[in-house]
């Protein structure tokens, strides 16, 4: 392997040393990666010093990078010019920290509930990285829970009686579980409307089934949307016990992909009146020939 590779939770989530993503990769370290992200779900790089372009095509070796959902708000400033980058961070589009009134910091609240990136869209989000660029002195961990243990854990008929369903992901209804997020516009609603996949996925590199779950799991299809609503709590409190979830503290430098269709996460309070964070994402989306329901 041309890196070295520690798994630091005991069922996944891996750590990388000694691979430098500022320069192209071959081949045979792309397949590596890819080989180490199947098993382990989540991948941290650590000492990275790359730039947006360096990010860019590392993304772009895995797939075609989604443009930021922010670009289908059309009144609200980007910071960042290119569209394939998210401005994950609190500065607003001149670099000072937003204050508590600004509707991108109350937006952003959506973030610190267990999802998985783009599960709304289709093709769905792949995988996303995230590059560390300014970090606060204390807090902004980001959680991860492991889909695939979380499966696993469940029992033989239980797993019977989940394995056809159909669930539906909406970011209209995301978006409402946090008091004072703004809504939905008529460009977000018209250009990213609800989807709908199966609960159980199987991962197409690992062959292992997965819950595919989200803060945007709205409904199943063919239950009544009281019957899915229970359903969807029972199972994403299933999926977030202590036992499938490491929380990564992150440190300057890193650059942590992850991979969506095996994964859940959630962003972690800091103190945001103090400290300046600031990161990086980039998405890219699963193509359609790769979808498997269990
Ligand atoms: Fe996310």
């Known amino acids: 392997m041309p890196f070295q590779l520690k798994q630091l ?17 071959d081949e045979a370290t792309v397949a590596a990666v890819t080989a180490a992200i199947d098993r382990h779900g989540v991948l941290v790089f650590r000492d990275q010093n790359i730039g947006d372009g360096d990010q860019l095509r590392f993304s772009n070796y895995f797939g075609q990078t989604q443009r930021s959902i922010t670009v289908h708000r059309e009144e609200q400033a980007r910071r960042l010019g290119q569209e394939e980058l998210s ?35 289709n093709p769905v989000g792949k995988y996303t990285f995230l590059c560390a660029k300014r970090l606060p002195a204390e807090g902004g961990n980001t959680e991860f829970a492991d889909m695939c243990a979380a499966w696993d ?13 159909q669930v539906r992901h909406s970011l209209a209804y995301s978006r409402g579980l946090v008091e004072g ?13 609800p989807s709908v996949h199966p609960l159980v996925r199987v991962h197409p590199g690992s062959k292992r089934p997965a819950l595919y779950l989200a803060s945007h799991a709205e409904s199943v299809e063919g239950l009544s949307y009281e019957e ?3 359903l969807i709590d029972e199972l994403m409190a299933h999926a977030t016990r202590p036992e499938f979830v490491h929380a990564h503290v992150w440190r300057a430098g890193d650059l942590v992909m992850w991979d969506n269709r095996s994964t859940m996460h959630r962003a972690m309070p800091f103190d945001e ?3 300046v964070r600031e ?16």
């Open 9 to 25: 939770h005991k069922t996944f989530f891996g750590e990388i040393t000694g691979l430098d993503l500022g320069q192209p990769l």
């Open 87 to 121: 401005d994950i961070s609190n500065l607003d589009e001149h670099g000072f920290r937003m204050d508590r009134t600004n509707p991108r910091r109350l937006y952003q609240l959506t973030t610190m509930l267990w999802h998985t990136d783009s599960s709304f869209r």
């Open 153 to 165: 854990a469940l029992p033989a008929e239980r797993q019977r009686t989940l394995r056809d369903l």
């Open 181 to 193: 997020s703004p809504p939905l516009d008529e460009t977000e609603r018209r250009n990213l409307p």
């Open 228 to 230: 899915g609503r229970k």
């Open 273 to 275: 009146d103090r400290y």
């Open 279 to 294: 990161l990086r994402r980039t998405t890219v989306a699963e193509s359609a020939d790769v979808l498997q329901a269990a």
